[in-house]
């Protein structure tokens, strides 16, 4: 690491050692370096077999029961290959640890691939779902794939909660799809409460989860940025560390806890 980089993290340590109310998001970049590919620039998913169609949800709507044989019946692509033999790197790791020390208060992620819950993170948003996951389009109600069971002769899948008879579908948030109440109301808490926002691995272009990091630009508050290419964000970021994350956080980690001793 360059020793101007290795300054940055310094300061960025000297901030957070204070434990201010910390936010962090999420982006692919954390992702890439457990070896994941990108949906979108050369080699993403998206570029080489093109985009999901835009009204993804309303077809899945108009039609879920085609929706829930085409699921049961795809086996799994290249991308979910890469995805489900995908591990949590020193990155992830850091940042749980980080929520253990006190440090980061609560993590919004872009990524559906289960990492940082694997790392061991706590206090998670899954902005855009969770690939392992299944979620009620009613109420909300989400469950981990592993205690999920359902019978296959009848589809599509009703919510049983209580009172509920919505549908169920893949937590992942899809194309034309609102991201659920739920993932939004505790990004907006977490980030209304925060003195400290980081971004991590994030060009911080696709909304509404962009939106946080501008909202905590506009009200003055301390931006950290970690990303190894400049983003949009860069110019307004009190720190901007441009390295990534599996190689910042850890650092970060390290020098905190001298601050700490
Ligand atoms: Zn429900």
């Given at each position: 690491m360059e020793h101007a980089t290795r300054e940055s993290v310094q300061q960025a340590a000297n901030i957070l050692q204070s434990r201010p109310y910390t936010v962090a998001?999420?982006?692919a970049g954390m992702s890439k370096e457990s070896g994941i590919p990108t949906f979108r620039g050369s080699g993403g998913l998206w570029t080489e077999n093109g985009e999901p169609p835009l009204d993804q949800y309303q077809q899945f709507q108009r039609d879920p029961?085609?929706?829930?044989?085409?699921?049961?019946?795809?086996?799994l692509g290249d991308f979910a290959q890469k995805i489900d033999s995908a591990q949590p790197n020193p990155g992830h790791f850091a940042l749980a640890k980080m929520e253990e020390m006190g440090i980061l208060?609560?993590?919004?992620?872009?990524?559906?691939?289960?990492?940082?819950?694997?790392?061991?993170?706590?206090?998670l948003t899954e902005i855009h779902g969770n690939r392992n996951w299944m979620r009620c389009i009613s109420c909300g109600f989400r469950i981990s794939q592993r205690d999920f069971t359902y019978d296959p002769n009848v589809l599509p899948v009703y919510c049983d909660e209580d009172g509920c008879d919505g549908i169920i579908k893949s937590d992942t948030v899809m194309f034309g799809e609102p991201i659920p109440p739920q993932a939004l109301n505790s990004s907006s808490m977490h980030s209304d409460l925060s003195d400290v926002f980081l971004t991590i691995g994030t060009s911080a272009l696709v909304y509404p989860a962009a939106a946080f990091p501008v909202e905590a630009i506009q009200r003055g508050k301390i931006l950290i940025e970690i990303n190894p290419e400049p983003t949009q964000l860069t110019e307004h970021a009190t720190i901007a560390i441009g390295a990534?994350?599996?190689?910042v956080l850890?650092?970060?980690?390290?020098?905190?806890?001298?601050?700490?001793?």
């Open positions: 998001l999420a982006g029961k085609r929706w829930w044989e085409e699921r049961s019946n795809n086996s208060r609560h993590l919004i992620t872009q990524n559906i691939d289960d990492l940082h819950r694997r790392a061991g993170h706590q206090s990534e994350s599996g190689q850890p650092l970060l980690v390290e020098m905190i806890s001298e601050l700490d001793e």
